[in-house]
């Protein structure tokens, strides 16, 4: 059971973190591309708010949810944005750590060691050093951003933007009235179990230097587990000790 949990955590361990997107809180309709967009980042602080963040520490608990019962633990992840991403997952039964040191990946687990992340590992971990989907938007280098069909979720009406990396087509979906980004999809590759549509959902914002930081998370692998994660302490701006993003 512990197993296969950990293969399927191995690809998107680290979207703990992707529901996590810092999020508005505004209440302007925006129907465009751009408008979504810069709505979106303009109500969750700005970008001179963020660009203010030089680093960000949240601790909390996770309880995994699988056909077979509950795996509950402890949570800690550290951001040093558009460069370093690093998280833990500590219970009695499994423990793993993630990190992207700024051009590498790797993972290690008590059920199959170290192992170097590449391909869409590597690029989920690398998504999670960003402090807002929306924020590379426009900018040298950026993932390519379309409009997509509006939705309705939860009986709510959302904006949909379309989000291509090298190896991964993300969903974004944007309350249309509060702005939040309520969920993030994208299909994955996880062996065995071949392609997966994941979905990360958010919500509990709160506000930490200017911005809008979620502070619950469930991430959602069809079949396999579901992980819900409540961070009870945020730190911005603390110093970093480094090695925590390198291999050991």
Request: aromatic share 6%; charged share 20%.
């Amino acid at each position: 059971m512990i197993t296969t949990r950990t293969r399927i955590v191995q690809t998107v361990g680290a979207l703990l973190l992707a529901c996590g997107l810092f999020v508005p809180a505004g209440a302007a309709q925006a129907q465009t591309l751009d408008e979504i967009i810069e709505a979106s980042l303009e109500a969750a602080g700005g970008r001179e708010a963020m660009a203010r963040i030089t680093s960000v520490r949240q601790t909390g608990t996770f309880i995994m949810s699988t056909d077979y019962g509950d795996l509950a633990g402890d949570t800690e992840r550290v951001i040093i944005p558009n460069q370093k991403f690093y998280q833990s997952l500590d219970s009695d039964l499994f423990q793993q750590t993630q990190a992207w040191n700024g051009t590498s990946g790797w993972q290690s687990d008590s059920m199959q060691g170290m192992t170097d992340l590449e391909g869409q590992q590597a690029e989920i971990l690398v998504a999670q050093t960003v402090l807002h989907v929306f924020l590379p938007y426009n900018t040298p280098g950026a993932p390519e951003y379309r409009k997509l069909d509006d939705s309705e979720v939860g009986g709510r009406p959302h904006h949909v933007v379309g989000l291509s990396t090298e190896t991964l087509e993300f969903e974004v979906f944007v309350d249309a009235e509060t702005k939040l980004v309520s969920h993030v999809s994208f299909e994955a590759d996880v062996p065995p179990a071949g392609a997966i549509t994941i979905t990360a959902k958010s919500s509990g914002y709160e506000e930490h230097g200017g911005v809008m930081l979620a502070t619950l998370t469930s991430l959602d692998i069809p079949g396999a587990v579901t992980i819900d994660t409540t961070f009870t302490t945020t730190e911005l701006n603390m110093e970093v000790d480094q090695s925590i993003f390198e291999k050991p």
